[in-house]
T-cell receptor
Framework: DAMVIQNPRYQVTQFGKPVTLSCSQT?????MYWYQQKSSQAPKLLFH???????NEADTPDNFQSRRPNTSFCFLDIRSPGLGDAAMYLC??????????????FGPGTRLTVL | GESVGLHLPTLSVQEGDNSIINCAYS??????FIWYKQESGKGPQFIID?????DKRQGQRVTVLLNKTVKHLSLQIAATQPGDSAVYFC???????????FGTGTRLQVTL
C-alpha cells in the first residue's frame, strides 16, 4: 500500500550529537512536512517542502535543518540536539494542486530521546 | 494570530453512545478542514475532511459538520467503541497555503 515511512521508529542520541531522521513516501505527493510533537500537544510544524521549495517556519530553531533530495525522500537533521528536542518527529505528505490542498497523511513518527 | 481551537480537552462517553467533538476556528479564509485521530505512540491518522463548499460530509460511523457562519467544526462518531479512544485533532487550511493549522486536541475516553 502507498504510505509514508519513517526510519528509525526510535532514536536515541547524546546531547550535542548530530542526528538524522528519514522519511520516504510512495504517494508521489509534492508536499512533505516535518512536525515536532511533544506529549499532549498538537503537532508543531517545523518546515515543509512544496516540490523543491523549502518553507521554514519563523520559530523553527536553526538547529533544525531539512533536505529533500527527490520527491520520495525527506530528511530532518538536528545539528546539536538538546534535552528540549526530545519529542516525537512526524513526517507528513500532501498533494497541492490548483484547487488547493488534499488530505495530509502522516507517517508513524520517530521518537527521539536525548541523553 | 489566526488559530484553531477546541472547546473540550477531554470527553468521556459510554460505549455505544454517540460522541461529538467540537472545534472553533478563527480564520474566515479557511476553506479546507481535516479531522485526525491519534492513538498513543502513533502518528495522526486521517479520519475525514471537508471543504468549505459543503456543510456536512459522512464517512463510516463519522460525520463532519461545518458551520461557516460561526466558524465551527464538529466530528460526530456514531456508536462509539473502545477502539475510538484517542486524541482527536482538527486542522484547517487556506487555499493559498500548503500547510495546516492544528487545534489543541480533544482526548476521547470510551468507558464500558
Amino acid at each position: 500500500d502507498a504510505m509514508v515511512i519513517q526510519n528509525p521508529r526510535y532514536q536515541v542520541t547524546q546531547f550535542g550529537k548530530p542526528v538524522t531522521l528519514s522519511c520516504s513516501q510512495t504517494l508521489n505527493h509534492n508536499v512533505m512536512y516535518w512536525y515536532q510533537q511533544k506529549s499532549s500537544q498538537a503537532p508543531k510544524l517545523l518546515f515543509h517542502y512544496y516540490d523543491k521549495d523549502f518553507n521554514n517556519e519563523a520559530d523553527t530553531p536553526d538547529n533544525f535543518q531539512s533536505r529533500r533530495p527527490n520527491t520520495s525522500f525527506c530528511f530532518l537533521d538536528i545539528r546539536s540536539p538538546g534535552l528540549g528536542d526530545a519529542a516525537m518527529y512526524l513526517c507528513a505528505t500532501s498533494r497541492r494542486a490548483g484547487t488547493g490542498l488534499s488530505e495530509q497523511f502522516f507517517g508513524p513518527g520517530t521518537r527521539l530521546t536525548v541523553l | 494570530g489566526e488559530s484553531v481551537g477546541l472547546h473540550l480537552p477531554t470527553l468521556s462517553v459510554q460505549e455505544g453512545d454517540n460522541s461529538i467533538i467540537n472545534c472553533a476556528y478563527s480564520n474566515s479564509a479557511s476553506d479546507y478542514f481535516i479531522w485526525y485521530k491519534q492513538e498513543s505512540g502513533k502518528g495522526p491518522q486521517f479520519i475525514i475532511d471537508i471543504r468549505s463548499n459543503m456543510d456536512k460530509r459522512q464517512g463510516q460511523r463519522v460525520t463532519v459538520l461545518l458551520n461557516k457562519t460561526v466558524k465551527h467544526l464538529s466530528l460526530q462518531i456514531a456508536a462509539t467503541q473502545p477502539g475510538d479512544s484517542a486524541v482527536y485533532f482538527c486542522a484547517e487550511n487556506t487555499g493559498t497555503a500548503s500547510k495546516l493549522t492544528f487545534g489543541t486536541g480533544t482526548r476521547l475516553q470510551v468507558t464500558l
